[in-house]
């Protein structure tokens, strides 16, 4: 820019560079993904506690992700929406459908549950031991409820 003479797309160059021999170039691509999140909890007109939950959620799992060396897709984003359902049982939540959630992120249901099954891999848990956490057990990393 002209304030402080660089030119944008040397520094967009070489970032692309630095990215790329970090052996992650996809990074530079991806949205934020916490106005991301506000965005898509938005659409589907959710309460300050779930986005809340979400937001915890989101952070613990966009961390699993990464440490896998996985980029944080929409089939992600869509399985942490899922989740945060799943771990707010007891509370009363909006009815979420998983048809609901893929049709705001983009993705197809199958997607959600193939991805949903990845990440449960991931953290070493079935879908049993999930259902039995809170949002708040989930995120300090407890196994089995």
């Known amino acids: ?19 790329s021999k970090l052996g992650k170039p996809w990074l530079l691509h991806q ?8 965005r898509l909890c938005y659409d589907l007109n959710l309460k300050q506690n779930f986005i809340s939950d979400m937001h915890s959620v989101l952070s613990y799992v966009d961390e699993i992700v990464e440490s896998h060396d996985i980029t944080f897709t929409k ?18 939540y ?16 199958v997607a959600l549950r193939a ?15 999930c259902e039995l956490l809170t949002v708040e057990q989930f995120v300090a990393g407890v196994k089995y409820g």
């Open 115 to 129: 991805t949903h099954k990845k990440l449960l891999h991931m953290l070493n848990m079935t879908k049993k031991q």
């Open 1 to 19: 820019s002209n304030d402080n003479n660089v030119n944008p797309s040397r520094v967009s160059k070489c970032a692309r560079r630095v990215a």
């Open 94 to 109: 909006p009815e979420i459908t998983q048809t609901r959630i893929s049709d705001v992120c983009g993705c197809s249901e």
């Open 31 to 38: 949205m934020p993904i916490f106005s991301w999140c506000d």
């Open 75 to 92: 089939t992600y984003m869509a399985t942490t929406f899922w989740m945060t359902c799943l771990l707010r049982k007891g509370n009363s």
